[in-house]
């Protein structure tokens, strides 16, 4: 269809009305799949559009599944498209139309469009603040550039104009004002979903690129009306974005966020932060100096989160169309149990986490890559997926568990339902968390937590609250960046889970010569004892062809370990049969 821009009003109308975009019934959403195709350009106006096509996708599919958003210059969409519309498949049959301008999409929403939005480019934080109002009202968030181009025309109402609003008069920084007042106007009066807060970059370093990283997923928190927000967890430091601010001020704001969440939930759910921290805003990368490296800044936020009962879907940018799959129709999974062994005599057993597939951008994006690899089955292998993630992209999960081979094995990842520091949940909160955990490990059939991530060993409340839900084993990673004294457990069993180490020096894969270093370094020379020996690796975002070839180039440079490779319930149970004599 042409651009119908110019054309008059009515003319547009009985235009829209032929092809279909206008007026459609109810159970036109039930076989008719619209889409719109983002230009993919690198400029602020591509940014702008894909702003109103995300806050006007999250209307649409609040209630049904009618838009579905492709790109130009990313193909995942397209291949998760044409997976999930393939024979059998829950978008089989959908009739799609694609929309060609936004004049067009407008149209389609029509009624259910309530009005538009206007932030503030002096205050690149009022671009979240808008995010949720937009949700909370049905609008769609414009820029004034937008908004000067648009508004007329469409005849859309101004919900809120944020221009000139935030002027740092409460706490010396446009940004926090910006989020305080949100906080007082959106949370502390229960307006947002309690269950959802979106950390997403705001518009202060990617407008001007046209980096829609994280506005293609803004269709999320307008679907889930929940609130969106971009602060740093360091309070020693002023981040990037704001260095005039009081020290400590971005944290101070973390914290009111994080206190009127859980004052919503009363202690009877648990919270999900979707989103990263920004790398160049709040941590030292090149070209951005700071006191903090990401790695640290990633675990400072979940330190700073898990104590008010939230846990992290870490990276979700470039997730596309989100509020769609999330309505997949996906009932409870399940992968079936490999057949027990026995423990021999001098083995060195070797189990292999495929890690990191624990937030929405791994999953969507990266897992596809390796999942597909020709030697995928050859050996056993876990593979690291957060079970909280069957909220965001269900029919993506179901694909993986439909297309495993029988060694292929899913087991949660980082830390269980989510990604949080189990220590840092107060006691009192424990029966929330098992029941939390209970829940999304049933419905995936898991009973394996390989890769629980924290600050020093777990506690024996922590241990306890596992056996309910990870009975077949539990393994950790212990990096205590704060200096207090964290140490990892030495292997036992507890209650009849198995609890151990997961080994992290070969978790980033490079060569297979290099990694079978990292790996024959944690492995000592067989005892006298003839006793087997239990190594579990964490090896992140590679394929089974490169995990192969470095166990092979192992067996090369180790020809007196006797090997096996075994899955991760034989593992952990070769392990616990092991401690048992």
Known sequence: MKN???????CLLLLLLCAGLVGCKPEDSHRKLYTYTLSGD???????????????????????????????????????????????????????????????????????????????????????????????????????????????SWKLPIIKDFRGMFT????????????????????????????????????????????????????????????????????????LDDPDQRLGTDLETYHLMLE?????????????VAGFFSFPKYSNIPGYESKHDPVPTEWETVHLISPYNCYQNTVAHLCFNQSLHA?????????????????????????????????????????????????????PLAWGINPNLIETYPDVIQHF???????????????AAGYMNPNRIDTAYLPLFIDHNTQFYNRLDMSLSPMVLDWDEPTAAVKDA??????????????????????????????????????????????????????????????????????FFRIVWTSPSQVIAALNELRGRRPELDIEVVDPYNFFHLFKSTERK
């Open 4 to 10: 119908l821009t110019n054309y008059p009003s009515k």
């Open 260 to 272: 009127a969440v859980q004052q919503l939930t009363k202690g009877e759910q648990m919270t999900e």
């Open 466 to 535: 596992f056996t309910q839900f990870s009975p077949d084993g539990f393994s950790t990673i212990v990096i205590d960046f704060h200096n207090a004294g964290g140490k990892l457990p030495e292997p036992h069993v507890w209650n009849g889970m198995p609890v151990m180490e997961l080994i992290n020096s070969a978790c980033n894969f490079s060569t297979p010569q290099q990694t079978a270093e990292a790996l024959s370094s944690e492995i000592p020379a067989p005892g006298g004892d003839g006793k087997p020996t239990f190594h």
């Open 42 to 152: 690198t400029t602020a106006a591509a940014y702008d559009e894909a702003v109103i096509v995300a806050c006007i996708q999250g209307i649409l599919n609040r209630h049904a599944t009618q838009l579905y958003v492709l790109s130009a210059a990313h193909e995942r969409p397209a291949y998760w498209l044409d997976t999930l519309a393939a024979p059998g498949n829950w978008l089989e049959g959908k009739e799609r139309t694609a929309v060609a301008s936004l004049t067009e999409l407008v149209s389609l929403a029509g009624e259910r469009l309530k009005g538009a939005v206007i932030w503030d480019p002096e205050v690149p934080a009022s671009l979240n603040v808008a995010t949720t109002l937009a949700g909370l009202e049905d609008g769609i968030v414009m820029s004034p550039e937008q908004a000067d181009r648009y508004v007329d």
């Open 168 to 239: 740092g008069k409460e706490t010396g920084s446009k940004k926090n004002d910006a989020y305080r007042w949100a906080i007082r106007e959106f949370l502390e009066t229960g307006r947002c979903d309690p269950h959802w807060l979106c950390l997403y970059e705001d518009a202060f370093m990617t407008r001007e690129k046209g980096d829609v990283s994280y506005v293609v997923t803004r269709d999320w928190p307008v679907r889930n009306q929940s609130f969106v927000y971009d602060l740093s967890p360091w309070g020693d430091e002023a981040p």
């Open 401 to 415: 568990y439909e297309t495993k081979s029988p060694n292929d094995f899913f087991t949660a990842d980082a830390s």
């Open 327 to 379: 309505q997949a129709p996906v009932g409870k999974l399940t992968q079936g149990r490999p057949e027990l062994k026995t423990p021999e005599a001098g083995k060195t057993y070797l189990c292999i986490l495929m890690a990191d597939y624990d937030s929405a951008t791994p999953l969507y994006d990266f897992l596809p890559r390796h999942w597909n690899d020709s030697a995928r089955g050859e050996i």
